[in-house]
């Protein structure tokens, strides 16, 4: 589902009504980015530039003057090229801009010297993403500096420079209706990815194996991209919490975690499975899993409007650590395990973070020094863990290099919350049942596929024996 023009229309009225008269916005597109060589990398817009227009293409600047009596709505971008879009495609150029992206006026992106000047002139106050792009900045001076020189004949600079993101990025913290059905759809394409992971996965496998299988139903699902690099950690490397080499042989015996999410029409989804490679837990990792599983539903049972951004961190907190007490890897009073921060040698980062066009989403998590109250529109993820590295000597044999990570993305409702990943199983039960259908006849197959390649290796063996002899 693509988000109509209504939406970008409505979102850049709300930036204009908050800017205020007598202002102007100015928003650089993502610029393209060499990979190798003459290769680039895949182009991706840049979020707050597609948030405010819909428009994918580079070498583009938006524009948005409040009351400028010829339209508020203006881009500058690539002219149409025929001989370009034969090697690159289609571009839309200044007519398609405003034809398809309901830009009041549009102008070649090599015109932007000669004619930005002229609207920023006038204006008190210029907003934009200060510090984000060296080169960008250096050219927003530029453009006021022809102002300046002509000030003596009458021209009026501006007088203020106010960063963007404190007015732009608290919009994108909350989410329409539109914004959460597509998120919604994003978590169930990488859900369903989770679950086919869950079922490929087999000992004698590598990590690259099961992200290959989860791209490729993101692919297959409309998500050609990622929204992030995914994590494929079996065994000890499930310890790493960003581990991304991917590149280790699936052990029975071993857990595998796997922190994967697809981008779905420029917003991301951020889910973490951790299950057995053999599709049964043994009891310490069932005893682990189980732990961070029961403060994760605690941590999410928790989100509701009214409540604070930290709370769900606390309880997390507060049930991982009385169960590490438990289970005899802290040791003494639970109130003074949590004051003292022991739980960190095991549990060392934040339960979540705010999720939207950017994996980790833009919005504040302080208001004036105090954990910002949750309100409807908000969507998060929850995602604690515990992680025992393979060289802790100082807890018993059983424990070390168990990681695990349960992750969800939950939506702020009006009256409580949504999970929006939970096509997913994440209960003992659940995942070893789905994992057990056809394991015997897929681990025949895999030995029978193994034996293959063994014949066909002895066979080129023979044929070089006798070619050399």
Same mark, same amino acid.
């Given at each position: 589902?693509?988000?109509?023009?209504?939406?970008?229309?409505?979102?850049?009225?709300?930036?204009?009504?908050?800017?205020?008269?007598?202002?102007?916005?100015?928003?650089?597109?993502?610029?393209?980015?060499?990979?190798?060589?003459?290769?680039?990398?895949?182009?991706?817009?840049?979020?707050?530039?597609?948030?405010?227009?819909?428009?994918?293409?580079?070498?583009?600047?938006?524009?948005?003057?409040?009351?400028?009596?010829?339209?508020?709505?203006?881009?500058?971008?690539?002219?149409?090229?025929?001989?370009?879009?034969?090697?690159?495609?289609?571009?839309?150029?200044?007519?398609?801009?405003?034809?398809?992206?309901?830009?009041?006026?549009?102008?070649?992106?090599?015109?932007?010297?000669?004619?930005?000047?002229?609207?920023?002139?006038?204006?008190?106050?210029?907003?934009?993403?200060?510090?984000?792009?060296?080169?960008?900045?250096?050219?927003?001076?530029?453009?006021?500096?022809?102002?300046?020189?002509?000030?003596?004949?009458?021209?009026?600079?501006?007088?203020?420079?106010?960063?963007?993101?404190?007015?732009?990025?608290?919009?994108?913290?909350?989410?329409?209706?539109?914004?959460?059905?597509?998120?919604?759809?994003?978590?169930?394409?990488?859900?369903?990815?989770?679950?086919?992971?869950?079922?490929?996965?087999?000992?004698?496998?590598?990590?690259?194996?099961?992200?290959?299988?989860?791209?490729?139903?993101?692919?297959?699902?409309?998500?050609?991209?990622?929204?992030?690099?995914?994590?494929?950690?079996?065994?000890?490397?499930?310890?790493?919490?960003?581990?991304?080499?991917?590149?280790?042989?699936?052990?029975?015996?071993?857990?595998?975690?796997?922190?994967?999410?697809?981008?779905?029409?420029?917003?991301?989804?951020?889910?973490?499975?951790?299950?057995?490679?053999?599709?049964?837990?043994?009891?310490?990792?069932?005893?682990?899993?189980?732990?961070?599983?029961?403060?994760?539903?605690?941590?999410?049972?928790?989100?509701?409007?009214?409540?604070?951004?930290?709370?769900?961190?606390?309880?997390?907190?507060?049930?991982?650590?009385?169960?590490?007490?438990?289970?005899?890897?802290?040791?003494?009073?639970?109130?003074?395990?949590?004051?003292?921060?022991?739980?960190?040698?095991?549990?060392?980062?934040?339960?979540?973070?705010?999720?939207?066009?950017?994996?980790?989403?833009?919005?504040?998590?302080?208001?004036?020094?105090?954990?910002?109250?949750?309100?409807?529109?908000?969507?998060?993820?929850?995602?604690?863990?515990?992680?025992?590295?393979?060289?802790?000597?100082?807890?018993?044999?059983?424990?070390?290099?168990?990681?695990?990570?349960?992750?969800?993305?939950?939506?702020?409702?009006?009256?409580?919350?949504?999970?929006?990943?939970?096509?997913?199983?994440?209960?003992?039960?659940?995942?070893?049942?789905?994992? =057990?259908?056809?394991? &015997? $006849? /897929? *681990?025949?197959?895999?030995? !029978?596929? %193994? +034996? =293959?390649?063994?014949? &066909? $290796? /002895? *066979?080129?063996?023979?044929? !070089?024996? %006798? +070619?050399?002899?």
């Amino acid at each position: 589902m693509a988000l109509r023009r209504a939406e970008f229309a409505r979102r850049r009225k709300e930036l204009m009504d908050l800017m205020g008269d007598n202002s102007i916005a100015i928003v650089s597109s993502s610029e393209v980015k060499i990979r190798n060589r003459d290769v680039d990398f895949p182009y991706r817009q840049d979020s707050d530039f597609y948030y405010l227009t819909g428009f994918c293409e580079p070498e583009s600047v938006a524009v948005f003057a409040p009351g400028r009596e010829h339209g508020e709505f203006i881009i500058f971008c690539r002219e149409r090229d025929p001989a370009k879009e034969t090697w690159d495609g289609y571009r839309s150029g200044p007519e398609g801009a405003c034809k398809d992206f309901n830009a009041n006026d549009a102008f070649p992106i090599t015109d932007i010297d000669d004619i930005l000047p002229g609207l920023i002139e006038g204006r008190q106050r210029v907003y934009s993403a200060m510090g984000s792009n060296a080169g960008f900045d250096r050219r927003l001076m530029e453009w006021v500096n022809v102002i300046r020189a002509q000030s003596r004949n009458g021209a009026q600079p501006p007088e203020e420079f106010v960063a963007l993101d404190h007015l732009l990025h608290e919009m994108r913290l909350f989410k329409s209706a539109a914004e959460i059905k597509v998120m919604a759809e994003a978590a169930e394409i990488s859900a369903a990815a989770h679950i086919r992971a869950m079922q490929h996965c087999q000992a004698g496998q590598f990590e690259y194996q099961l992200e290959a299988e989860i791209n490729h139903h993101f692919a297959m699902n409309g998500a050609r991209e990622s929204a992030y690099s995914a994590i494929v950690g079996s065994g000890k490397n499930a310890c790493t919490l960003h581990y991304i080499e991917n590149n280790c042989e699936l052990k029975d015996g071993d857990l595998v975690l796997i922190d994967a999410g697809c981008e779905y029409q420029y917003y991301a989804s951020d889910i973490t499975r951790t299950f057995p490679v053999s599709g049964k837990f043994t009891a310490p990792q069932k005893a682990i899993y189980e732990l961070v599983l029961k403060s994760q539903l605690a941590a999410i049972a928790s989100i509701k409007p009214g409540s604070t951004w930290n709370r769900s961190h606390e309880v997390t907190v507060e049930v991982i650590t009385a169960g590490l007490v438990k289970l005899g890897l802290l040791t003494g009073e639970v109130e003074d395990r949590i004051k003292d921060e022991s739980y960190k040698k095991f549990y060392m980062h934040r339960a979540g973070h705010w999720l939207g066009m950017d994996v980790h989403d833009v919005g504040d998590y302080k208001v004036e020094g105090e954990w910002r109250v949750l309100e409807a529109g908000m969507v998060m993820t929850v995602e604690p863990g515990i992680y025992i590295p393979q060289d802790c000597m100082d807890v018993a044999k059983q424990w070390r290099g168990i990681g695990v990570r349960i992750e969800d993305d939950v939506c702020v409702t009006k009256t409580g919350h949504k999970v929006l990943s939970a096509d997913v199983p994440k209960s003992v039960k659940d995942i070893e049942r789905l994992m =057990r259908p056809n394991r &015997k $006849v /897929k *681990a025949k197959s895999a030995s !029978k596929a %193994k +034996a =293959r390649s063994k014949t &066909k $290796v /002895k *066979a080129s063996a023979k044929a !070089k024996t %006798k +070619a050399a002899s």
